[in-house]
């Protein structure tokens, strides 16, 4: 019922005033107020934490501690002290303005929010420049033209981004403690709890020390003439302490018998409003059940457009029995009628003639309901503050040095040059590298594509570029130009300068001595250059020139040795080793990641690992028994023990953002706190790359565009991130355009949605420059190469059929980055692939380059060298030789409920197949929503199986629709889509549609083979 209007009169505006009073939500009693304030008080971690808590903890009204946000112009919120806050007139904030330029807003009053609210968008696209690619370029910051593009990404949670790496010592923490106590009296209800409790235990502690009888100046003429003072000042006492049982009892019985009527409602009659104000009077301690989240009960404001904050862990508590519900409702009306019995007995009789065991029996039932009370609010206020965490409450602010602390950078010129490799052979065959050629005989490479072909990173003096290439048409021996044929390792100069020889590079590897190389491994990739110069890791194996640099002219091949990598996985230490892949090398030069395949029933997995490299001169045991580098000290950076991203309680299922889910090590940090990986989604079908801080298991997502990531190299002074993403291809949107689906049916569908970004051996990969804080509201980086995509067969560095390839790499001094690019050949293109191919204008023809990409106004850094980590990673599992790779914990079969962290709910089923494994994942959405702007309806059902280790099929229904301030769909065909992929070779081959459209804008997937 709506409140009458001012003008009905003086009737009006009594009945509007008294619905404003049963409207309230008072505490309904002092032991229920105890009760939820302690369990939402700051515990000793929060007091310890001085970024997430100690200054920070503020508290709301009812006394339960809160933290307060405020919203950046990105949509992100971030937490501040009250100190901090500056108030002024509530302005909408506009998001109309380029990020780079736009003023400080300001927010509306103080509004105690869940969940993001939409919010309206306008791009600002900067001038696109087309010039051929060798000449320099200035680019500028990218744009993308979709606006569901700039749409919020899946938030962090204020946990994860505010959490601290080192603890308070005592004394601020205690100073912490006393501030936040006082925080709490100046509330209105610390203020009114503190008080009657003083009185309470006073009036009560006087009691109980007369009812002792400690006081004999009091007992004349005797203890228990009633004329004594001790029996007066029990009566006066007594009637005290019913006076303050009355306060409560009788003053809050409206409120009481409201609830209790709205309880009976709620749980015999469905009836939604009812229940969910119910919660918003018990929200300290209660969740809903899943029907009372639908749709007309999401949780909005429709008198601000603030993003409404997620809760402070990003977790939702699961919904609450309601018979917890019914009991305290039940205890405080049960304490009303008591405190009536015990009024009449107190007011009813003097104090000579009441009968005593009345008055001890209905203080002692009235106080013992109120108790159970308390003590359910308290417990489960507990639970719901352990996964949820305190309260927060977005606020007004003008906070320029917190918002330029996260604002979008300014674009930058960026110059682009390709580096000099060998010359083209006119054929592979023997001597036909001749010396019109090359006339300093230093060899010729093939056409190559990316399977002979990959740039690498700089070596320390950031003068030199690693790079694996293959020769080929070299003379045959004993020419001195015969060892220049097949795989090898170089080296190129950066600025223009040569060699003694002549070339601008030097072959590491061609010519080498065999007693120098023996058992080295055939594998070339990622070549990464150590801290001393002297040393190369590539493949599997570590180049050292001993006590001369890489580049020196004493370096030479009978100085050059080659050692085999190995990892023991035996428990006597014999054997081979295990199948190590994707190596890095930790900027300690002491550590190293690699990832290794794990089989599970018919699927292949994955772990990464950290190590140790340790030179060992003379093996006695395992294989190869030559000198090599053992990796000791292994830790696998998985614990099956540890939380993960999907879990189950009950009949609920929830998602863990925080879970550390390290799917494929990508590298490091540029000051190596952190390890990069390929994580398990944040949003379905959304391949991201996270980072997790190395000791305290921080997880950090740093891409969060729907398109797919996974090669970064983060800058040497963590600042700066470069990634290859096909965003901006449109490579992966028909699959993964819709935002904020939660990645439920990724628990079988991640070898897919990670298979389909490549055609074969082609990528699609554009080189992006992000700041440290990663994609955020509709900052999504500067692309590299050029705004755009440029013209297909043109040979520009923007040229779509140029694809840039795994890892880009930093120089020492942050001002360059390198990466490699392949051009699209069959059969990706041509023959009877619908794409056509296009001739290369490279020289040559050569179907490979290496990029060069200078950041023209950063000064050179100057950095320490990194200290060596430590060989223990708390949040990992120690390795031991012979130990079984463990099995990722999977949800059990069976229905569940997904509750949005907004509002509505989702229904999931799990299907378990015949290997005990997830077959299939069903999932219907009621009006779900975790941010409050983007609500999610419809089915999704995906049904996986694997005929072998690396083939995968997949068959997908989708029916979904997102509203909002717009509205998305992602629909299969009636008949479905049906995919069968190999995940190593990633050759789409389709059956049926799967379409995307956001914002008007529809999305189809590739034809199969393209």
Not at 187 to 193: K, M
Not at 481 to 502: E, R, W
Request: overall charge negative.
């Amino acid at each position: 019922m709506s409140e009458p209007p001012p003008n009905n009169g003086f009737v009006g505006r009594v009945r509007g005033a008294s619905l404003s009073i049963i409207n309230a939500n008072p505490q309904l009693g002092m032991w229920q107020a105890t009760g939820t304030a302690i369990a939402q008080a700051p515990n000793l971690t929060e007091l310890r934490d001085a970024e997430s808590g100690g200054d920070k903890i503020e508290f709301n009204a009812q006394g339960h501690s809160a933290r307060y946000a405020v919203p950046e112009p990105d949509g992100e919120l971030t937490l501040v002290k009250t100190a901090t806050l500056t108030r002024r007139p509530s302005v909408i904030p506009k998001f109309d303005k380029d990020p780079f330029t736009e003023e400080p807003v300001a927010i509306p009053e103080e509004v105690d929010v869940e969940q993001g609210s939409s919010r309206e968008e306008t791009i600002t696209e900067a001038p696109e420049e087309h010039h051929h690619h060798h000449h320099h370029h200035h680019h500028h910051h990218f744009h993308l033209r979709e606006k569901h593009q700039q749409r919020l990404e899946r938030r962090k949670s204020l946990y994860e981004k505010h959490k601290a790496d080192e603890k308070e010592k005592w004394g601020p923490t205690i100073m912490n403690g006393l501030k936040a106590f006082w925080k709490f009296f100046l509330t209105p209800s610390g203020f009114l709890i503190t008080l009657y409790g003083l009185n309470i235990v006073a009036w009560g502690a006087m009691l109980f020390f007369l009812l002792l009888n400690v006081a004999p100046a009091m007992n004349h003429p005797s203890a228990n003439d009633n004329n004594s003072a001790r029996k007066k000042w029990l009566e006066i006492d007594s009637q005290i302490l019913n006076a303050l049982f009355c306060v409560t009892g009788f003053g809050l019985a409206p409120w009481r018998f409201r609830d209790w009527y709205r309880y009976t409602r709620a749980v015999f009659w469905k009836d939604v409003p009812a229940m969910q104000k119910l919660t918003e009077q018990n929200k300290a301690w209660f969740r809903p059940p899943a029907w009372a989240s639908e749709q007309d009960t999401c949780l909005t404001d429709s008198t601000t457009t603030l993003p409404r904050s997620t809760t402070f862990t990003g977790e939702k508590a699961p919904p609450t029995p309601l018979w917890k519900l019914g009991f305290t409702i039940y205890m405080m009306v049960l304490n009303t009628f008591l405190q009536a019995v015990l009024c009449y007995f107190m007011w009813g009789y003097n104090r000579i003639d009441r009968p005593s065991w009345a008055t001890g029996t209905f203080i002692g039932l009235g106080c013992g309901t109120g108790l159970l009370a308390g003590l359910m609010s308290w417990w489960e206020g507990r639970k719901v503050k352990k996964i949820e965490g305190p309260e927060v409450k977005v606020v007004a602010f003008i906070l320029s040095t917190d918002k330029a602390r996260h604002a979008p950078p300014n674009p930058e010129p960026i110059s682009l040059s390709t580096l000099p490799l060998p010359p083209v052979a006119p054929s592979n065959e023997s001597g036909a590298c001749t010396p019109e050629v090359n006339q300093n005989g230093t060899g010729c490479m093939t056409l190559a594509s990316n399977q002979d072909f990959q740039a690498g990173g700089f070596l320390p003096d950031g003068e030199h570029v690693l790079v694996h290439i293959t020769f080929t048409g070299a003379p045959s021996s004993p020419d001195p130009s015969s060892v220049y044929n097949g795989s090898h390792i170089v080296v190129i100069k950066t600025d223009g300068k040569v060699f003694p020889s002549g070339s601008p590079w030097k072959c590491l590897t061609c010519g080498l001595f065999e007693k120098n190389i023996k058992e080295m491994s055939p594998t070339y990739s990622y070549p990464q250059a150590f801290g001393d110069g002297k040393r190369v890791l590539f493949g599997n194996n570590i180049l050292d020139c001993r006590e001369h640099k890489l580049v020196d002219a004493a370096c030479t091949p009978e100085r050059t040795h080659v050692y085999p990598i190995r990892w023991n996985n035996s428990p006597d230490g014999t054997g081979e080793g295990g199948a190590i892949r994707e190596l890095r090398l930790h900027p300690d030069d002491v550590h190293m990641g690699f990832n290794a395949f794990t089989i599970n029933g018919r699927k292949i997995g994955q772990y990464a690992y950290l190590g140790r490299l340790e030179f060992n001169a003379k093996p006695t045991a395992g294989i190869p028994l030559v000198p090599r580098y053992d990796l000791v000290k292994v830790t696998r950076l998985f614990n099956p023990e540890a939380d993960q991203p999907i879990a189950t309680h009950g009949k609920y299922i929830t998602i863990n953002r925080n879970a550390i889910a390290v799917g494929e090590l990508r590298g490091f940090s540029g000051r190596g706190t952190e390890a990069t990986y390929i994580g398990y989604p944040a949003e379905s079908s959304n391949i991201d790359v996270f980072a997790v801080h190395l000791q305290t298991g921080k997880v950090r997502r740093l891409t969060s565009h729907p398109e797919y990531c996974d090669p970064i190299a983060i800058s040497p002074d963590d600042n700066w991130m470069a990634v290859l993403d096909t965003r901006g291809t449109n490579r992966q949107m028909w699959l993964s355009g819709m935002r904020n689906i939660p990645p439920i049916t990724d628990l079988i569908s991640t070898s897919i949605t990670s298979s389909t970004r490549n055609n074969g051996q082609r990528r699609f990969f554009r080189p992006y420059l992000l700041d440290r804080y990663g994609d955020r509201g509709d900052y999504f980086g500067q692309k590299i190469n050029g705004e755009g995509e440029g013209i297909p067969g043109s040979g520009d560095y923007n040229d779509p059929e140029w694809n840039a390839m795994a890892d880009p790499r930093w120089s020492p001094d942050g001002t360059q980055i390198v990466y490699g690019e392949a051009q699209t050949l069959p059969p990706a293109c041509g023959g009877t692939n619908p794409l056509p191919c296009y001739p290369s204008k490279e020289p040559e023809g050569r179907r490979v380059r290496v990029v060069l990409a200078t950041l023209t106004t950063r000064e050179p850094l100057d950095l320490p060298a990194v200290d060596p980590i430590s060989d223990k990673v708390p949040w990992g599992v120690k390795y031991s030789p012979g130990d079984i790779d463990p099995q990722r914990p999977e949800p059990t079969p069976g229905n569940y409920t997904l509750m949005g962290l907004n509002c509505g709910y989702a229904d999931v089923e799990i299907v378990g197949g015949d290997d005990a494994s997830i077959s299939e994942v069903s999932v219907v959405y009621h009006h779900f929503s975790d941010d409050g702007s983007i609500f999610l309806s419809g089915s999704e059902t995906v049904r996986a199986t694997f005929p072998s280790l690396t083939l995968s099929h997949v068959d997908w229904y989708s029916d979904l629709t997102q509203t909002g301030s717009e509205k998305n769909t992602k629909m299969t065909s009636p008949d479905g889509f049906h995919l069968t992929i190999d995940v190593l070779k990633n050759i789409f081959q389709a059956n049926g549609t799967m379409n995307t459209t956001i914002g008007g804008h529809l999305y189809t997937q590739p034809a199969s083979g393209t």
